[in-house]
């Protein structure tokens, strides 16, 4: 089986950054997709981010290009978001996702994903 474990998040001013991570990736992990999705009050879960593999390229929301960055730490088998920038509209309960046999064209679709960790609160003040 398979448990995510998020962790990182807190309460933060805008234009400040925060690095959330999702613990319980395994190295045997084959064909699988992991990713970041976000829930904020009154809204559909939003994709973030996600990787594949194989394969390895990320693929990130346009909302937050160029100021979130997925990454993968096998050491410890931890997935990270370093979130850069923050803003208000990024106020949300974050979520790691594990997938497998994900097509590419899915990584994007939250219903894709099989396991989900706890969530992690990101508050975002101005």
């Known amino acids: 089986q398979v448990h995510l474990v998020e962790s990182g998040g807190g309460l933060v001013q805008a234009g400040e950054s925060l690095r959330i991570s999702c613990a319980g990736f395994e190295r045997t992990f084959r064909n699988y997709a992991m990713g970041w999705f976000r829930q904020a009050p009154g809204k559909d879960r939003e994709f973030i981010a996600a990787?594949?593999?194989?394969?390895?390229?990320?693929l990130y929301a346009d909302s937050v290009k160029g100021r979130f960055t997925m990454s993968r730490e096998s050491a410890d088998n931890t997935v990270y978001l370093q979130m850069n920038n923050l803003k208000p509209e990024d106020t949300a309960v974050y979520y790691c996702?594990?997938?497998?046999?994900?097509?590419?064209?899915?990584?994007?679709?939250?219903?894709?994903?099989?396991?989900w960790g706890q969530g992690t609160q990101v508050t975002v003040s101005s």
């Open positions: 990787f594949k593999w194989p394969g390895g390229n990320i």
């Open positions: 996702a594990a997938g497998f046999g994900l097509i590419s064209s899915s990584l994007s679709t939250a219903s894709q994903y099989g396991y």
